[in-house]
Structures are given as C-alpha cells and as structure tokens.
C-alpha cells in the first residue's frame, strides 16, 4: 500500500509564492514507473487539473499556471514539489497530490492511483 501526503499549503497575499510538497510513502520499489500530478478544486468548481510529471521528467500544465507554477520530483525521496510564483486569487484552492503507479508484466499493464487529503492555499487579493 501506498500513502500520500501533501504539506506547504498557507495563505499569501497576490504575487506571492508557495511551494507545495507531497511525499509517497509504503511499499514503492526502487525502479516503480510513478507519475505524479498536482490537482486543485476550488469551492462549488470540479477538480481540475495543475500539473503532472512522467516517470522520464515530461511536464504538462494547465493553461491557466504556465509561466508561474513549476513542477518538479525527486525521485530518491519519492518527492514531488508545485512552485507557484504569481499567485493570484483564482489560485486559492485545496491543491491535491496524485500519485500514479503502473506496474507492467508479460500478461498487462496495471496502474494504479493514489491521492492525498489535500493542502489548502488561499491568496488574498
């Protein structure tokens, strides 16, 4: 089993900067294939995407945070991190970790998915 857990969520005025973590602990071999991405849902709105990382480093954005959010991962700690520069209101959000393990034998590929409780970030205007 594999837990995951989100940290560096606050408040912080417009144009500031947060940097989220998330952490995957449990049963994770040296050589797991794992994805992760970083999610956001703001009150009465669907969660959407922020951000996602391949195993190889491939990044993928939202329209909506290129140029000022950054994802990045440490593989030894199992690790992956959200720089938000230019935070602006609409930012404000519970950010959420995903987690994304795909696990490939002869017979199938199986993946597998794992999600944190959440960290909260709010920007004042």
């Known amino acids: 089993q594999v837990q995951v857990e989100e940290s560096g969520g606050g408040l912080v005025q417009s144009g500031g900067s947060l940097r989220l973590s998330c952490a995957a602990s449990?049963?994770?071999?040296?050589?797991?294939?794992?994805?992760w991405g970083w999610y956001r849902q703001a009150p009465g709105h669907e969660r959407e995407l922020v951000a996602t990382?391949?195993?190889?480093?491939?990044?993928r954005y939202a329209d909506s945070v290129k140029g000022r959010f950054t994802i990045s991962r440490d593989n030894a700690k199992h690790m992956v991190y959200l720089q938000m520069n230019n935070l602006k209101p609409e930012d404000t959000a519970v950010y959420y970790c995903?987690?994304?393990?795909?696990?490939?034998?002869?017979?199938?590929?199986?993946?597998?998915?794992?999600w944190g409780q959440g960290t909260q970030v709010i920007v004042s205007s």
């Open positions: 995903n987690a994304e393990i795909t696990i490939a034998t002869i017979e199938k590929t199986s993946k597998y998915q794992y």
């Open positions: 449990g049963t994770i071999f040296r050589n797991t294939d794992m994805g």
């Open positions: 990382i391949t195993s190889g480093g491939s990044t």
